[in-house]
Every structure is written in C-alpha cells, then in structure tokens.
C-alpha cells in the first residue's frame, strides 16, 4: 500500500513539474528571439501599418499570438505572406537572421527603397512583384541556393541585371518583367538547369537569347524589349514562347551547321576532312596535295611539343591555385567560407556561393558615379544620375553654424572641417566644408555626380548624405548628425570606455562596420572603395551602434591625386595596406587590410602608430601579428580595461579573422561577405554566452 501511495505521489509530482515547464514556456513566449526582433524590425520598417493585425514593434510572440500572414514550425517562423494589404515603408535590415523562412510574400503593397541586401538564407520563394522597389537585385540572391520561385515584376529595379545565379539550380519559376533592367542578359542563366518559366517583358534588355539556348523552358516571354539577333531554333520551338516588339530577324536561326574539319574514315581507310556542305574537300590517301611524311612527322612532333608545354603550365597553375587555397583554409581555421543546402534527405551539402562580378580597379568619377547605355548607332552614351540630396543656399548653413565659427567645430575630415549645424526647426545636422584646395581639378558637374551616388549609398551603419552647397564656389555635404562622438575617442579619450566598451560592444561594432564594408563593395555596383578606414570616421550613436562615415569622399578626388595623397585621404599611416605604399593601387581588399587594423584597436586599446611607446611596440600590425595564434601571447595583448571578461575561445576566433585581414598579401585576404559571415558566428556564440552567463 505504501508503495503504490509513493508512486501515485512521484506521478503527482512529474505531472505537477510538466504543467510548471509548459506554464513557463508560454509566458517566455515560444518563437526564437532571433525572428522576434528581425519581425518587430520589419514592422517599425512598414511604417507600423495597423493592417498588420497583432503585429507590434515592442514584445509580442509571433507564432503564440499568430500574427497576421505568419506561419511557424516549433519556435522558428517559416512563412510571411502579407500580399495586398496597402503596406508602405520598406523592408528593413535584418531579414537574414530569418534563418528558418522559406516563403516571402510582400506582393501587391506600396513598399519601396532598394531591395534589402541581406536575405533570408534558405528562401525557397520570394514573391516582391507589384510594389515600387528601386536598385538592383541584390548580389545575396546568389547564395539562396535553395530558392525555386523568383518573382520581381511590375517595380523600378534598374541597371543591369547581375551575374548572380550560377548556384540557383533548384530555380523553377522567374519572373523580371515590368521593371527598367538595361544591357545583356547574364552568362549566369546558363547554369538554371530547372528553370521551366522565364518572363522578362517590358524591360529594356539587348542582345541576344543564346545564354537561354540549354535551358528546359517551357514558358519564355521576352516581349517589349530591345533584344536582337536570330532567335536559336531550339527556343523558337519552346511551347509557349512570346517575342514581339524587339529587332530580331525574320525567321529563327537556321539549325547549327556542321563543324569544319569533322573527319571521318572512309571504306578504304583513308582519313577524310568534311566541309559544312557535307562533301569530301581534302583526303590525305590518294590526293595530289597530300603531305609527305617528313611535314607529317615535325607536325606531329610540334604538336607533342605544345601538348607537354600547355600541361606543365596547366600543372604548375593547379599547384599555385592549390597552394593559396591551403594558406586561406589554414588562416580561416574554423571561420566557415562555404553556404549550407540541406537537402531532400536532410543532409547537409556545402555550396560555394558566387558572389558578382565586380570591378576593383580605380575608377574615375565619371565611371564611378554614372551609367553607360548603349545607342542604336552602337554609340555608348554617358547618362547622368539625378541629384536627390536637398540644395542648401550657402546663407541657411551659416546661420546654422554660427558663420562656421570655432565654436561649432567637430572634426577635420579628410577633405574639410566638419562643424555642428542646428537650424531653425531645430534639427542639427553635420555640415563639412571641404578646402577648395582639395578639389583644385574638380568642376561643378563631376561634384554633382560624386553626391548623387553619395545621396543613393543607404545603409544602416552607413551615415548618410541629405544635402549639399554649392554656391559661391563653396562645397559643402550636409550629413545626419551622430552625437556619441567618434570611435576614436571612445577609445582613447572617453571615461566611460571601461565600462561601456565591454567584449560583446566590441563584436558588434566590428560587425556593424564589416557590414557597412560588404554593402560598399558587393551591393554597389561598381563597388565603392572607402580609401580611408580608421576608428575616427566610425561614428556612435548612443546605442553604440557604429556608422561609417566619408563613404564616397573618394570619387571626389581628382584622379590625378589620387595615388599621391597618402597622408590626406587615402588612409592614414599606420591603417594603410602594404600595397598602397609599394604602388599607390587601393582595391576592396585595401580596405580589408585597414578593417583589420581597425579590429585589432578594438582588440588591445591601442593606436596603429603610438611613437610613445618603444620602438619594438610602435606599429601596431608589426607588434601584434606573431602574437595572433598564442593565446598567452593574444592574453596579454587585450585591452586591459575589459579586466579578463570575455572567453578564450571568441578571443582565438577574432585573432584568426584579424590575422587574415591583415595579411600582406591582397588575394590571401577575405572577402567582405566573408568577414561578416565569421563575425556573425562570432557575435551569436557571445550572445549565447551571455545569455548562460546570466542564466547561472
């Protein structure tokens, strides 16, 4: 009887502690942190728009709550479908941390800006047609290996379409139409090997339609267009295939003819050459012409000649290409390079994403900042970009700024004083006014193309352009005003870096500035080079969140300073990358070598030059780099004002990253994406490790 009472009171007890768990879990609420903030993010995004029911920008649970449109498996959201509901605003900055989505339907709404750079990673639709997005397609969708249906119709994309879709081999349906796309169409839609529905009416594309040539497509519209060319027969058969309103020829291409010099083995064995027309045109046996065997045998020597040098070469080019690919491997440790895909069968399989095609070389203003569209004459004319910053008169931002008096100083830029502006509705902005000297070979209208693109660069961690001056000879950009101050300071000069600048303040604010760096280098296209990366132009909010700022002062250079200014704009001692010095080139990779400088501040609470200390201490690269793989070495290398708060394995995973950054070598340096990919790994163990911390 007494052992029938215990177990009937251990039953009561397991019962009792189950109903406490599940009470538990419902008032901690049941979807992923994670998706939460990325959906209160998207909804002070669109505006806070009252047709999305239950949604709210503070607290919530979205899967307990079931929130308008949303759809979740377990605690993960794996579905948002709010079409045709009026929405406006954009779609905000953090729908890659939606790791779990699959489906994205924002269709039939009002919502604008650019497509957002970063996407949910393991999409498999995304439907944006009928809203009013501007830009380009974002260089992300390369890595949405998974993706199966892509539909950016009836918006305002523009530009070229880029070469982003060699890994969407699982796409099925795509539809571009309705939008402003110009030039070719990429060499990258030859690798959509399921692709059954293409439409691209109504754009202004050229060229022709042999990339589409391989494809499985049943359903094609190229209508409204500008393309060209014979259409290839095997897509005039395609069962549903509409082109009118383009300049092709008549009738489709005739079928491929036969290649010349195809040979073929007649009955007596002589070895005969076969023209397009299908008839015999030279046999080596029996023909008057036919060589002797002295040329025969030096052709057949030469040719081993330069089958045995190509394959050295070949040879000699794998082991190089091997060679760096070990160096990478072993410098990035366990920093993963490469996408997962799951599978049918839920294993894992590693895909390379390919990133776009990008131009890294200096590019002149004009370049820079404005496109080339083709003319019916085969001309190429230069077209240039509206300014949408606001025009200041010159009297409104001296009355803003006092008549730039000393007082109102900020900062010395790169270009120019930066002062405190504050107008008559009380808004305070930065105002820099840059040296005529420094513009000295620059006209009106190359500074008007430089700030439209300025004006166009948007991004969170970006500070952005709202207007400029440029009366009286005067040039003058007026930027949003960050109040915190600059990262310099809060390194060096600030009282409260001890305890405001914690381990996980630090990982955020290398993320948030590699951020910044992966938008400049792969959304911008072409891509924009910062030239001058230091922790005084990463401005603070009172967040901490970083801003970037300078970003485009570059293209205001005259070219012919460019690789002369060392010392004013492009980068400072001891933040600039070897190869600038050696050959004043600066490329993407320039700025990785001083992002890398710039975290290892981060890192020690040191300056990259410091004459103050001993000699064998006073660059900061050449004192730290052999001591980025000894974690006794790296111990004592960290800023002692973090007093040892931070664990050793996150410390051995930022020294790795640095130590790559900072390599002498630009090809043995990563990417951009590479960087934030690394960091953000970086920053959820730390949050991960926080979050135990405060739970013990």
Not at 32 to 43: F, G, R, T
Not at 321 to 350: A, C, L, W, Y
Not at 511 to 527: F, T
Not at 621 to 640: E, F, I, S
Request: with cysteine.
């Amino acid at each position: 009887m007494n052992i029938k009472y215990t177990h009937l009171r251990f039953e009561f007890r397991l019962l009792l502690l189950i109903a406490l768990i599940f009470s538990f879990s419902v008032v901690q609420g049941i979807t992923d942190s994670s998706d939460v903030e990325a959906l209160q993010e998207l909804y002070s995004s669109l505006n806070s728009s009252s047709q999305l029911s239950r949604w709210t920008s503070i607290g919530g649970d979205p899967c307990e709550e079931s929130w308008l449109g949303i759809t979740c498996q377990g605690s993960s959201i794996v579905s948002i479908q709010i079409s045709g509901l009026g929405l406006s605003g954009s779609m905000g900055y953090m729908l890659s941390s939606l790791g779990s989505l699959k489906t994205l339907d924002v269709s039939d709404n009002r919502i604008h800006e650019s497509i957002p750079y970063q996407l949910p990673p393991n999409l498999i639709k995304l439907n944006i047609a009928n809203n009013n997005f501007s830009g380009n397609l974002p260089y992300s969708i390369a890595s949405l290996v998974s993706l199966n249906y892509l539909n950016t119709s009836s918006n305002s994309l523009g530009q070229s379409i880029g070469d982003i879709f060699a890994n969407l081999t699982d796409l099925l349906t795509m539809d571009l139409s309705h939008n402003n796309f110009t030039g070719y169409l990429p060499t990258s839609f030859a690798s959509l090997s399921n692709l059954l529905v293409l439409h691209v009416q109504n754009n202004q594309l050229s060229g022709s339609l042999n990339v589409l040539e391989g494809l499985p497509l049943a359903d094609l519209n190229v209508a409204n267009n500008n393309f060209s060319g014979s259409i290839p027969h095997k897509i005039s058969s395609i069962s549903n295939f509409i082109y009118d309103r383009n300049s092709f020829d008549e009738s489709p291409a005739p079928p491929p003819p036969r290649p010349l010099g195809r040979h073929h083995h007649t009955s007596s064995g002589s070895l005969t050459s076969w023209g397009s027309d299908g008839q015999s045109c030279n046999s080596v046996k029996g023909n008057k012409n036919r060589l002797t065997v002295g040329p025969i045998v030096a052709i057949i020597l030469g040719s081993l000649v330069v089958v045995v040098l190509a394959a050295v070469v070949l040879f000699a080019g794998v082991r190089e290409k091997k060679r760096n690919d070990n160096t990478i491997k072993h410098s990035f440790g366990n920093i993963p390079r490469i996408q997962m895909k799951v599978n049918n069968e839920g294993h894992e399989q590693r895909v390379k994403p390919t990133p776009t095609t990008l131009n890294l070389t200096s590019l002149s203003t004009e370049n820079l900042l404005s496109h080339k569209m083709q003319g019916n004459n085969g001309s190429v004319n230069v077209v240039k970009s509206p300014v949408t910053a606001t025009s200041y008169n010159i009297g409104s931002l001296q009355g803003a700024t006092n008549s730039f008096s000393q007082e109102k100083l900020v900062g010395e830029g790169s270009l120019g004083r930066v002062y405190r502006g504050q107008f008559h509705n009380g808004k305070v902005m930065a105002i820099k006014k840059i040296e005529n000297a420094a513009l000295s070979l620059q006209d009106e209208d190359n500074f008007l193309e430089a700030i439209s693109h300025m004006s166009r660069l948007r991004h969170p961690n970006i500070v952005p352009l709202t207007g400029y001056c440029t009366e009286h000879g005067q040039r003058l950009l007026v930027h949003d005003y960050i109040a915190n101050g600059s990262l310099q300071d809060m390194l060096y000069l600030s009282d409260d870096r001890i305890k405001v600048l914690t381990w996980n303040v630090r990982i955020k604010l290398a993320l948030g500035i590699a951020r910044a760096l992966e938008y400049l280098h792969e959304v911008c296209l072409p891509s924009v080079v910062h030239r001058n990366l230091k922790s005084a132009n990463i401005l603070l909010d009172q967040e901490l969140n970083p801003y970037l700022s300078d970003c485009g002062l570059a293209a205001l250079l005259p070219n012919t300073e460019r690789q002369v200014s060392s010392a004013k704009m492009v980068g400072s001692f001891g933040y600039s990358a070897p190869e600038f010095a050696l050959s004043g080139i600066y490329t993407v990779k320039s700025d990785i070598y001083s992002f890398g400088v710039l975290m290892l501040e981060l890192l020690t609470g040191r300056k990259p030059l410091d004459s103050s200390r001993v000699r064998a201490e006073q660059s900061l690269v050449r004192w730290a780099t052999p001591q980025l793989h000894d974690l006794d070495a790296l111990a004592k290398m960290v800023d002692p004002t973090l007093n040892g708060l931070y664990a050793a394995k996150s410390l051995l995973q930022l020294a790795e990253i640095i130590s790559l950054c900072v390599q002498p070598e630009p090809e043995f340096r990563p990417s951009a994406p590479e960087v934030v990919q690394a960091l953000v790994q970086l920053s959820q163990r730390a949050s991960v490790q926080k979050r135990r911390s405060s739970e013990e």
